[in-house]
């Protein structure tokens, strides 16, 4: 392969159902090797394709 781009999206209990109680709320982390880090055209189509954010 000439890269690997990992994104992982994640929602805090502690922020949707305790306390604050506000939805939507999330945490998004990621790491981009090869190709996906040195190139800013591959990495973005990536993070199009795969719709980070998109409230799944």
Known sequence: PRGVGVVIEGSHEC???RGIH???????TSKM???FHEDARTRAE???FIDV???R
């Open 46 to 48: 990536f993070l199009r």
């Open 33 to 35: 090797l090869g190709a």
């Open 53 to 55: 954010g998109a409230g």
């Open 15 to 17: 922020m949707t159902t």
């Open 22 to 28: 506000k939805r939507g709320v999330s945490m998004v």
